[in-house]
């Protein structure tokens, strides 16, 4: 079935450096993606969420960027901070029901 | 604003026994809101959507006799594990939507997470 993916299970910056974070859709019907951060032991927190109409969307040191050709989202985290550590998720969404990918690890090194 | 409140957030109790997960919208209505479910490491499954006034509707696989669902109001939603058992211990995660239904940004609660011994 259609599935949304994630390609690097765990991911490790410098502080201050910048974290890119990447999502593989298979849908290509999806017309609503989101990002999440989950700390441990919380519920996913939304940080921002890109429609298929737009290729590129910012937000407070936060960038999605959604290229459709090849089915690919990913996450730009700027200046990369220890509270920052977290495990991300991108979820797909529009008329279906919301689909998590299955998540990465930041691990921010100070 | 868009906030969601679980409750409790632990719980432990013995084999056999039900457990009711609450989940409210604080500060908007939800006519749909959601349950998942989360394993170590893993991601989140989604397991019903719930209804206001109507019956939940349940993904494939999830026992609807054993995670009962009711939504009553706009702000309440509640999950009750009944019959627990050890392999029923997770992290369960409600969550509300403010658009486009089923598929558009949904708000999450804290998350509770059941041990069932």
């Known amino acids: 079935g259609e599935s949304v993916g994630l390609h690097l299970p765990t991911l490790s910056v410098q502080e201050g450096d910048n974290s890119i974070i990447n999502c593989a859709y298979s849908?290509?019907?999806?017309?609503?993606f989101i990002w999440y951060k989950q700390e441990s032991g919380k519920g996913p927190q939304f940080i921002i969420d890109?429609?298929?109409?737009?290729d590129k969307r910012q937000g407070q040191r936060v960038t999605v960027l959604l290229n459709k050709t090849v089915k690919h989202l990913s996450l730009q985290i700027a200046a990369t901070q220890p509270g920052d550590s977290a495990v991300y998720f991108c979820a797909e969404g529009g008329y279906t029901p919301l689909v998590f990918g299955k998540g990465t690890r930041l691990s921010v090194i100070a | 604003g868009a906030v969601v409140s679980q409750h409790p957030s632990w719980v432990i109790c013995k084999s056999g026994t039900s457990v009711k997960i609450e989940c409210r919208s604080l500060?908007?209505?939800?006519?749909?809101m959601f349950w998942y479910r989360q394993f170590p490491k893993q991601s989140l499954m989604l397991m019903a959507t719930s209804n206001e006034g109507s019956k939940a509707t349940y993904e494939q696989g999830v026992e609807k006799d054993k995670f009962l669902i009711n939504h009553a109001s706009l702000t309440l939603s509640t999950l009750t594990v009944t019959s627990a058992h050890p392999e029923d211990s997770s992290f369960y995660i409600c969550?509300?939507?403010?658009?486009?239904?089923?598929?558009?940004?949904?708000?999450f609660g804290d998350g509770t997470r059941l041990s069932i011994l």
């Open positions: 969550s509300a939507s403010l658009g486009r239904g089923r598929g558009g940004a949904q708000h």
């Open positions: 890109i429609r298929s109409n737009m």
């Open positions: 849908n290509s019907a999806s017309d609503y």
């Open positions: 500060d908007f209505q939800a006519t749909t």
